[in-house]
């Protein structure tokens, strides 16, 4: 079975990110319209099937289980057979890609896959920091309520000044402040 991270230089612990970037750059060296290496077809294959086995995560972890060595023979087989068709499917589409003019493939795949990935990255940034901030600045509001409902009860006599919960109160609306700084900071960009 063929060493993957390897032909990309990378160990088994690389990073998604780091899979596309060592691609890219293998794409750009070995593509067969660019480059001058006699086995450049062939190496431009071999780094792309690594590509579409180590770019998936379900590939790529079915790949990862069968260089472990703790497999029943029954199930090695099932994951064997499963990476037979990822890497059918894979050599496919590495050969589409080798095809393919080097301008078009530069533009329309790689430039493609890289947009996607950081439009992701960013939109999954922005859901998260838009979430906590509101959270926040819910927890801010109620902060608020609480803090002049305490204040009330305590000119009107109905309560007397106490250590914790203006401490508890002041700590609800500082977490409103920061929330409602990391969503406005959102959208700086």
Not at 33 to 38: G, I, L, M, P, Y
Not at 114 to 130: A, E, I, R, S
Not at 175 to 187: A, E, P, S, W
Request: charged share 25%.
């Amino acid at each position: 079975m063929k060493d993957y991270y390897s032909i990309l230089g990378l160990t088994s612990t690389a990073s998604t990110d780091e899979i596309k970037k060592a691609y890219k750059k293998l794409a750009f060296k070995y593509h067969p319209d660019v480059s001058s290496f006699n086995n450049a077809h062939n190496k431009f294959i071999e780094i792309s099937e690594a590509y579409e086995i180590l770019s998936d995560d379900v590939k790529r972890l079915n790949y990862d289980n069968l260089n472990q060595s703790d497999f029943s023979e029954a199930s090695y087989s099932r994951n064997y057979s499963t990476y037979q068709n990822h890497k059918k499917e894979a050599e496919r589409t590495a050969e589409q890609y080798s095809e393919t003019d080097f301008n078009k493939f530069k533009t329309s795949i790689l430039d493609t896959m890289f947009k996607v990935y950081n439009t992701t990255k960013k939109g999954v940034q922005f859901g998260c920091g838009l979430y906590f901030g509101l959270t926040f600045i819910g927890a801010s509001l109620f902060g608020i309520f609480k803090w002049l409902d305490y204040w009330i009860k305590v000119s009107d006599g109905s309560k007397e000044i106490e250590f914790w919960p203006i401490v508890s109160i002041t700590w609800i609306l500082l977490f409103g402040y920061l929330g409602y700084k990391g969503v406005t900071g959102l959208f700086d960009d």
